[in-house]
């Protein structure tokens, strides 16, 4: 088939799915956009999403506790004044699904088992573009495809949600990557907070944007207990902030026209909405006591950056950056929220006489030259209520429990233990007209194959090089990383140059151009992180670990190395999905294998077998507490994973 039979395709499925609501894409357009303004502010309170368990206990210890969560069609409630809106939600029925989806709960040390059930409708309720790499469908019919990535999470990648591993409605058609029907994550990981969220390739902006992403957490209260942090279902809340615009019939806007119409129908470059949602709700408020609360923060945007601050006299004291703790407490003013970042934070509401604190933004949009946030629309995030006793008395009160002066011990990031030193440059194309056509990964596509290939166990040092002039905040899958430092590109335009005709760092001279100011990393972000913003015109060296933050540096418990892979991309999610993302291949190293010869090393991934004697199976360790038989179907789904028993306790599980 050629390539211009290909492209009028694509465009046609595109098509099809533009009028997945009923009506023409024009139809749409031609109804009235709501002026966000308009809509009053504080008026609903903040929702609690539902809470859900991968445990329970049995006979006093703790045992997996399977779930499936349904992606459900369904209409969503975002503001008093605001009629129902169509959303896409993630719940264990249709009846309990939420936007953003229930917080699910997690015990280190317990396996969490997920069945993610995709009851999606056969068209899409957003515009989407399949002239970008999309996840299509080869029939029609079969439903919207999704995948679910819980992000942060250490597990082997059959479980990693990778883009191509996608699904429709009842499994009627899959990715070419896609393996199992049923997740298995380990819950080995350190305690602290992540987000699960869809990562269909291509179709990752209209997914979420649609309401396809919820907060995770990995308890343990043997680490945690000890720290005598705000606790408990009033005291310790997530707030999941995202921004959206819709029509006054309270649907959804998206523009349906691309930013290059003739070459991206549909694509821009980014989305920004009017209306600040925070867990589901337009501008909310929350009645607080004078007192400490825990507030996980995340930033579930596309592509809008929260320079977060409260008025009042109020400050945040950092106690988590992403997935992990910070070694000690962290006290900021404001701080800067990229996409897909998380905060974990604590404010005290008895340092401020005022009944009332605001939660506001001001950071530009596109970050960090855009336009300037509107104090009084998307510059107010939410209100808190403060109500009870003076100040004074209530200090009181929390000085029986001061906040710890050390929170949680993490490795070192020592540079010299890198074994490996890399270049990621970040690359933005145009049209004739000067608008973005696509972003690239070192100058190249997800499809190409993979250049970056670490072995499990070890750190290496990325240099990242912003050629742009937006800030990416950048993900890794799997690995963990503690940003070093940001360097100012001298001569920027020169080695930009140099870089789009050679894409070599060393040839380029890197060196004799990131000699500029350095900016010094937050206090707040000094941890191990997944996500780390990348600023434009300016290098970033950070040092990436590929193994658990508790084990020493030793190899993972789960086969690394197997297909389909991980990845890593910016996540603004509009340019993840064209295609601002490239594959992340790890190897499996003798040290990674536990120091075993290849030819004696435990064979992972998907067995038909029960040969090497010696190795337990994590899945069968997993079935025993869940009771499944040997004839259940849901068994041939799970990823099976060997430890050594052999190797001692560092192999057990």
Known sequence: ???????????????????????????????????????QKFVDPLPDMPRI???????????SNPLEIGMFKKKWKFHR???????FAFGTTAEAATVPGPTIEALRGTPSVVTWDNRLPRHHILPWDATIPSALPTRRNTGIPTVVHLHGGIHGPENDGHAMAWFTSRFRETGPTWTNRTYLYPSLQHPGNLWYHDHAMGLTRVNILAGLFGAYVVRDPAVEDALGLPS??????????????????????????????????????????????????????????????????????????FRLSLTGGLSFVHIGSDSAYLPRPITSSRFLLAPSEIADVVVDFSATDSDVSILTNDAPYPYPTGDQADPKGNGVVMKFAISGEAAEEASKVWQESPLPARLVASPAAIEREAVATRYVAMYEYESKEGEPTHLYLNGKSFDAPATETPSAGTTEVWNVINLTEDNHPMHVHLGLFVALEQIELVDADQFKKCMQKRNDAVGCRLAEHAVGSRIPVP????????????????????????????????????????????????HILDHED?????????????????????????????????????????????????????????????????VNKEDGDDAAL
């Not at 357009?29 to 966000?36: A, G, M, R, W």
């Not at 649907?251 to 600040?276: K, L, R, V």
């Not at 950070?542 to 020493?552: A, G, I, K, P, T």
């Open 1 to 39: 088939m050629g390539f211009h039979v290909k492209h009028l395709l694509l465009l046609f499925l595109s098509a099809l799915l533009l009028v997945g609501r009923g009506g023409s894409s024009r139809n749409l357009e031609t109804q009235v956009v709501l002026d966000s303004s308009f809509l």
């Open 53 to 63: 368990q991968t445990y329970s206990f049995k006979n006093g210890a703790p045992v």
């Open 81 to 87: 004044d605001l009629p129902e809106t169509l959303v």
């Open 232 to 305: 408990g279902p009033e005291f310790d809340r997530h707030l999941v902030i995202f921004d959206r615009s819709f029509r006054k019939d309270g649907s959804i806007f998206m523009n349906a026209t691309g930013n290059n119409p003739s070459i991206h129908p549909q694509w821009q470059p980014e989305y920004f909405g009017e209306a600040i949602i925070v867990n589901g709700k337009a501008w909310p408020y929350l009645e607080v006591r004078r007192r400490s609360y825990r507030f996980r923060i995340i930033n579930s945007s596309n592509a809008r950056f």
């Open 523 to 570: 206090a707040y972000e000094t941890g191990w992180k997944n996500v780390f913003k990348m600023r434009p015109g300016c290098l970033t060296r950070m040092l990436v670990r590929f193994s658990l933050l508790n084990s020493d540096n030793q190899p993972y418990p789960f086969d690394a190395a197997a297909e389909p892979g991980y990845a890593y991309h910016c």
């Open 578 to 642: 064209n295609v601002m993302m490239r594959p992340l291949k790890i190897v499996m190293s003798s040290r990674s294998l536990g120091g075993l010869e290849e030819s004696e090393a435990p064979q992972y991934g998907y067995m038909s077998d029960r040969e090497n004697s010696g190795f337990d199976l994590l899945q069968e360790f997993v079935f025993v507490f869940l009771g499944y038989g040997e004839s259940d179907d849901v068994k041939h789904r799970l990823p099976q994973i060997r």
